[in-house]
């Protein structure tokens, strides 16, 4: 079992850029959450998907989109990138039917440079 | 609102010493407690959690935390530090696991000193 992957490991952008940033989930997990690291800073709740449809959403701007795919996979989307969004993005996922004790494993993060 | 502080941004022990993550937090309901540990290069692995029951809970790597709702507290314990146990670990609150809705703080780093 490969766990939760990311890619691409590093991404450097510039301002005014959009950014794809991609999740495979483990195996027999079909929830997908995204966090976003500040340096110095613990995770951030972006949002879940859940059944290819946004089931939470933290509080970020629009600028910021997703989409699951059937085979569960996930897609982060940044638009109009500003400097502050510098980080790392860490995916994280779970099986929702294992209810609400179930864990959420976190794959190694993509970092994001905005120049 | 949910909040999460942990007081020491950085702490230094010996290995073979005791150590103690303090974490306090602000919750309107039963919280969901966790502790997740961080190394370099590493996404983040949980260590424990607290739900109900036990306030003394076990976790991986010999870690252990005791939940103190009169002091809002969930503070992380070991007896005997190792070298490899150097890394950031964060405390985290939440409704329950499944939801990404859980509030981290923003992280204590261990360094272990030989």
């Known amino acids: 079992d490969a766990g939760v992957t990311q890619s691409p490991t590093h991404l450097i952008k510039t301002r005014g850029q959009q950014v794809t940033l991609r999740c495979s989930p483990k195996?027999?997990?079909?929830?997908v959450s995204w966090y976003q690291q500040a340096l110095g800073q613990g995770p951030q709740f972006i949002f879940q998907y859940y059944e290819e449809e946004e089931r939470q959403r933290g509080n970020f701007p629009d600028r910021f989109s997703g989409h699951q795919f059937p085979n569960y996979s996930s897609e982060l989307n940044v638009n109009a990138l500003l400097l502050g969004d510098s980080a790392l993005y860490l995916c994280?996922?779970?099986?929702?039917?294992?209810?609400?004790?179930?864990?959420?494993?976190f794959g190694p993060g993509t970092r994001l440079t905005v120049l | 609102a949910q909040s999460v502080t942990q007081p020491d941004i950085h702490i230094t022990v010996s290995e073979g010493a005791s150590l103690e993550l303090r974490c306090n937090y602000s919750?309107?309901?039963?919280?969901?407690l966790f502790w997740y540990v961080q190394s370099p290069g590493q996404g983040l692995q949980l260590l424990l959690k607290?739900?109900?029951?036990?306030?003394l809970v076990q976790g991986i790597k010999g870690f252990e935390a005791e939940f103190k709702r009169s002091q809002s507290s969930f503070n992380l314990r070991k007896p005997s530090v190792h070298w490899s146990d150097a890394a950031e670990y964060f405390c985290a609150v939440g409704p329950n696991t499944n939801a990404g809705k859980s509030t981290f703080g923003d992280g204590t780093t261990l360094t272990v000193k030989p």
């Open positions: 607290y739900f109900s029951g036990d306030t």
């Open positions: 195996s027999g997990h079909d929830t």
């Open positions: 919750y309107g309901a039963t919280p969901y």
């Open positions: 994280a996922s779970s099986q929702l039917a294992g209810g609400p004790t179930d864990e959420q494993f």
